[in-house]
């Protein structure tokens, strides 16, 4: 695998650099959008790339949406992006880029929680809800939500935590229609996604999806799907309630740094290898897995 901390194309405009991806114009209506190996922990980009993630989270992008094409279109194009530069730039979008349509995106993360854990633990510790929706008493660490539950969030600017919403705040921004078809088609994605990776061994806490409209209106699912920088995955043989299980992300990372003196602002530490390499590994595996 070719390690790619940041992209440097001159054949396209470049109109943005993510914490993770990095986005070029392909003509009027169409992204090139590269995954590089940069990784965030605590909002703030490392200096240390981990190697394959990029083509880590292309796969598995592309995996779901062909997985998942009949709930709704999507931004794929099939078109090869290693078609739309030059030949000298083709190594750094192999395996890890894709030409996608370019859409009007709809200003609210849409996250599906299956289990509770993470920040809507932490909310429902505080007041027994989340994102305005009432829970069961009772409840521990990781216990199962059945249903799975809607938990908007408020898309916040690069640097800043996305801070979770009720389902009015998801109304109020893009109207009564709209707000509920993102309710029902989140939790229709979320619950098909995670009823096949529990096949393959793998529980789907929680996870993220972006949407976008086209010129026409319609909606599309767009951006990265169901990867481990947008999932909470779990090994399903290690899940409890009352624990916090391991993940299949960069929870490694977060638990070195949160060893280190640092006031999680950049830059951060630097990463010892074997804590890259540990990180690498996982992203791995839990492609190996879901592909078979």
Known sequence: MT????????????????????????????????????LSAFDVVLDDPISGKGEVLTRLTEFWLNRLGHVLPNHSTGIDPESVVSPEE?????????????????????????YLIGSGWKDYQATGTLCGVTLSTG????????????TPAAKADVGEHDENVDF???????????????????????????????????I?????????????????????????????????????????PPSYDKQIVRDWLETQD????????????????QTAAKYREVCQRLEG
């Open 262 to 277: 640092w006031d999680k602002t950049a830059p951060a530490p630097r990463l010892p290898a074997e804590v890259i390499a």
């Open 168 to 202: 009015d705040y998801v109304i109020h921004a893009v109207g009564v229609p709209l707000a509920h078809k993102l309710r029902e088609i989140t939790l229709q994605l979320y619950e098909e996604a995670a009823a096949f990776a529990l096949s393959r061994g793998i």
């Open 139 to 150: 409840l521990q660490q990781a216990s199962r939500l059945s249903p799975a539950i809607f």
């Open 3 to 38: 390690l790619l901390y940041q992209s440097n194309l001159t054949s396209l405009p470049l109109l943005a650099r993510g914490k993770v991806r990095d986005m070029y114009a392909v003509g009027q209506d169409k992204l090139l959008i590269v995954a590089s190996d940069r």
């Open 90 to 114: 083709r190594e750094q979008v192999r395996g890890r880029s894709m030409v996608v349509k370019r859409l009007k995106p709809i200003m609210v993360e849409a996250v599906a929680r299956g």
């Open 204 to 244: 789907i806490a929680d996870t993220k999806f972006e949407f976008g409209l086209d010129n026409d209106g319609v909606l599309h699912l767009m951006d990265e799907v169901l990867t481990p920088d947008s999932s909470r995955f779990w090994p399903a043989d290690q899940w409890r309630e009352g624990i916090s």
